[in-house]
Nanobody
Framework: QVQLVESGGGLVQAGGSLRLSCAAS????????LGWFRQAPGKDREFVAA????????QYVDSVKGRFTISRDNAKNTVALQMNRLKPEDTAVYYC?????????????????WGQGTQVTVSS
């Protein structure tokens, strides 16, 4: 079992940066692939980024490539999402998620554990 708690959301102007963090409980954090998803009002939950158990493999949705970076620290049981050059269309509630699937998948249904979400609002 893993419990996830996100932090770091807020209001930022377009072009600015935010760093989201997700702290996990549990002794087997390094056994999980981790992902970030987001959900804007009236839209489905969308994959943003994922990272493998050791951190060697990452993948991103095309719309954030080159702007967002996912990273993890297995010693501290944390995963982060550095978001640069933010755009108004990045506005959403951001969720971190964990799965035992070693492929660091892009599909929400493949994730077993979810945080409560943190709001990111980008003003134009």
């Amino acid at each position: 079992q893993v419990q996830l708690v996100e932090s770091g959301g807020g209001l930022v102007q377009a072009g600015g940066s935010l760093r989201l963090s997700c702290a996990a409980s549990g002794r087997t954090f390094s056994s999980y692939s981790l992902g970030w998803f987001r959900q804007a009002p009236g839209k489905d939950r969308e994959f943003v980024a994922a990272i493998s158990r050791g951190g060697a493999f990452t993948q991103y949705v095309d719309s954030v490539k080159g702007r967002f970076t996912i990273s993890r620290d297995n010693a501290k049981n944390t995963v982060a999402l550095q978001m640069n050059r933010l755009k108004p269309e990045d506005t959403a509630v951001y969720y971190c998620a964990a799965t035992l699937d070693i492929t660091a998948p892009r599909t929400a249904r493949q994730y077993d554990y979810w945080g409560q979400g943190t709001q990111v609002t980008v003003s134009s």
